[in-house]
């Protein structure tokens, strides 16, 4: 299956700059073409070679390519599909990487003209970091791609958009997007939530000083704040726009903590020990499924 022959980054941060380097990588000869809100954006992604071409609107980043992907906000998607309609060639597939797919599809799929081939994608990968240096060839490594085809979606564009990413280094499934949005309130969206929620707590409390929070910081803590750092604007409107599922995660997690705040309170040191056991089992799944190490390092550092 031929490679796509003009790439379009629209937003240029971690996952743009990490599919870019990606693509050089896997020594994809496609032309690249990106766009950004900040000058300053624009400017360092072309220093950085991330980009062949980059222009000021998302509507000339497009102009020409085959495919466009879409690393914006998903508050952002509709304005951006509107501006770009207009400019899209004919048989090109428009793909995102955000972490919500029903609002991405109704947010798109009214502004795609007849001929070009809307189809949402999710890489479950990342760090805390943001920016255009952020980006590493090997994110994408080993790391799952769902992509969530509407109903008309074209088999053959749907196939030649996971060849694509599987030469990134990604795994690559098909998921329903209802099934999607719950999978990631599970696994991404609800933990972010109670990050920022466990970081939020340790700051208003005025029992224990700002300094003690940050001083002693164990690895418990640490990583709660890893995760609460990030990008503010995306974690609104991932909130924002996958409030079913993530409100039905979160009344589920709020029946757990009430067990095991029972159990604290009476002493069953039976239940929290199986508890514990049960939910330690799927910490060595992840790392059985080569998700994850032994000696994780949380993103903190990048790859060599």
């Known amino acids: 299956m031929s490679q796509y022959k ?31 809100r900040s000058k300053e954006t624009r400017e360092t992604a072309l220093a950085l070679g991330l980009v062949d071409e980059v222009f000021s609107t998302a509507a000339e980043a497009v102009q020409g390519a ?9 508050g952002a998607m509709a304005a951006i599909a509107e501006e770009i309609a207009p400019h899209l060639a004919e048989g090109c597939t428009v793909s995102d990487v955000g972490s919500v797919k029903q609002a991405v599809a109704e947010a798109l799929g009214p502004h795609m003209p007849d001929g070009v081939h809307l189809i949402p994608a ?57 099934h999607h949005d719950l999978v990631a309130s599970v696994i991404s969206h609800t ?28 690895a418990g803590f640490r990583d709660f704040t890893r995760i609460a750092a990030s990008d503010p604007t995306m974690w609104r409107d991932v909130f924002l726009n996958n409030k079913d599922a993530t409100l039905e995660v979160l009344g589920r997690f709020t029946e757990e903590l009430l067990a095991l705040q029972r159990a604290i309170r009476l002493g069953d040191g039976d239940f929290m020990f199986d508890y514990f ?17 032994e000696a994780a390092d949380f993103g903190r550092g990048k790859p060599e």
């Open 122 to 178: 999710h890489p479950m990968a990342g760090t805390e970091k943001s920016g255009p240096e952020a980006g590493f060839a090997s994110l994408f490594d080993n790391r799952w791609l769902l992509i969530t085809p509407l109903p008309d979606s074209s088999h053959s564009a749907v196939e030649r958009l996971e060849v694509f990413w599987t030469q990134l280094g990604s795994n690559v499934e098909l998921m329903e997007i209802e």
């Open 6 to 36: 003009h790439v379009a980054l629209v937003g240029l941060g971690l996952l743009a700059s990490s599919i870019s380097l990606a693509m050089r990588r896997a020594d994809m000869t496609a032309k690249i073409t990106g766009t950004a």
């Open 277 to 293: 056991t049960r939910t330690r089992d799927i910490r060595r799944s992840i790392i059985d499924a080569g998700q994850d190490t």
């Open 191 to 218: 933990p972010h939530l109670i990050a920022y929620t466990m970081v939020g707590v340790a700051d208003g409390m005025n029992r224990v000083a700002k300094t003690e929070v940050v001083n002693y910081s164990a």
């Open 66 to 74: 085959d495919l466009v992907i879409l690393c914006v906000p998903v």
